[in-house]
């Protein structure tokens, strides 16, 4: 039976660029529910939705890879949602679990682009579809064999290495035999994955000798994955060995502030390195193979995860700073 009514996350106010997310950003709408998916569509009742970083990005006015949220409109926002009811010609059916581009809502209607059934192979669980089978994962396995082009002997370097995408990057560059220094902001984040995710050395950023304790771990590194950008990005830049690869995935360290800008880029020159940027949205055609080599690896015990629940629809808006200010542990 439909509910009468449903809960939706709005965008009431677009936070100036490089300034934090606050309490009247969102709005909480309830509505009455008058929901009927078209031709084509599904109707979907959310279980789970993805927090993440890129999302303060989406707030600007500006150009970018996804069409910013306007003003009014649902946050928008990965998720898991299971399909309730089908419009004529939808490819899936009532009780399909699907994943994709959704929203902070607790009902939606989509019109299936780009939706995908969820099939939880052997070892993993529901979840692991916001993770490691999901678009955190993607970015890592993108970003470390494609861009990074990481090779066994290698020192790799992994920024935001806590967090969703770094730490499956931080285990898949030990699976391919590489040295791996990962960068957090807690000792409790540092111990975990030296103990847990089995790097070589974690790095508190935090720590008043942290420049000097990474370039006695790291001496010269010829990846690095960077999820934050700013003053790490710098000191990274001048730790080069010849023809390193920086795959350039996010700058948190930035989102929330007006960057000020890197002064170490000439090394890119000195040591024949490169900076490349990237999407993980460039790879959706090669995503099959993809998963198929992480549910193996999932299936087989050799990657580990952590997930973050916030419980509740309308805790999102002060959930999603969390990731911003390291209080997160694990997947939000």
Request: glycine share 12%; hydrophobic share 40%; net charge neutral.
């Amino acid at each position: 039976m439909a509910p009468s009514q449903y809960t939706r996350i709005v965008l009431n106010e677009r936070p100036a660029p490089g300034t934090p997310i606050v309490s009247n950003t969102f709005r909480k709408e309830v509505v009455p529910f008058d929901l009927k998916p078209g031709k084509g569509e599904v109707l979907v009742r959310m279980l789970y939705i993805s927090l993440d970083p890129a999302m303060r990005s989406w707030l600007n006015e500006a150009r970018g890879y996804m069409e910013p949220v306007k003003i009014g409109e649902t946050m928008k926002a990965g998720a898991i949602a299971e399909v309730v009811d089908v419009g004529e010609g939808a490819a899936f059916a009532p009780g399909d679990l699907v994943n994709g581009q959704f929203g902070w809502a607790e009902y939606m209607v989509h019109n299936g682009a780009g939706l995908k059934k969820v099939v939880v192979p052997e070892g993993a669980q529901l979840l692991d579809f916001l993770g490691l089978l999901g678009m955190n994962g993607m970015t890592a396995y993108f970003g470390l064999f494609d861009v990074g082009k990481i090779k066994p002997g290698e020192t790799l370097v992994v920024s935001g290495a806590a967090g969703a995408t770094g730490s499956i990057v931080c285990q898949l560059g030990k699976l391919v035999g590489a040295k791996v220094i990962a960068i957090a902001g807690t000792p409790d984040k540092c111990e975990w994955l030296e103990k847990e995710l089995g790097v070589d050395k974690a790095l508190n950023y935090k720590s008043p000798t942290f420049r000097q304790d990474f370039r006695k771990s790291v001496g010269f590194l010829d990846v690095y994955f960077d999820n934050v950008g700013g003053e790490i990005l710098d000191l990274a830049l001048t730790r080069l060995n010849k023809f390193a690869r920086i795959a350039f995935c996010g700058a948190i360290s930035d989102y929330n502030q007006r960057p000020k800008g890197i002064t170490n880029y000439m090394n890119l020159i000195s040591q024949s390195a490169k900076l490349d940027g990237f999407l993980v949205f460039d790879y959706v055609k090669q995503f099959p193979q993809a998963l198929q080599e992480m549910g193996k690896w999932l299936g087989e015990g050799k990657l580990k995860y952590k997930f973050h629940i916030v419980t509740g629809l309308e805790k999102a808006p002060e959930a999603l700073p969390m990731l911003f200010e390291g209080r997160n542990q694990g997947k939000l």
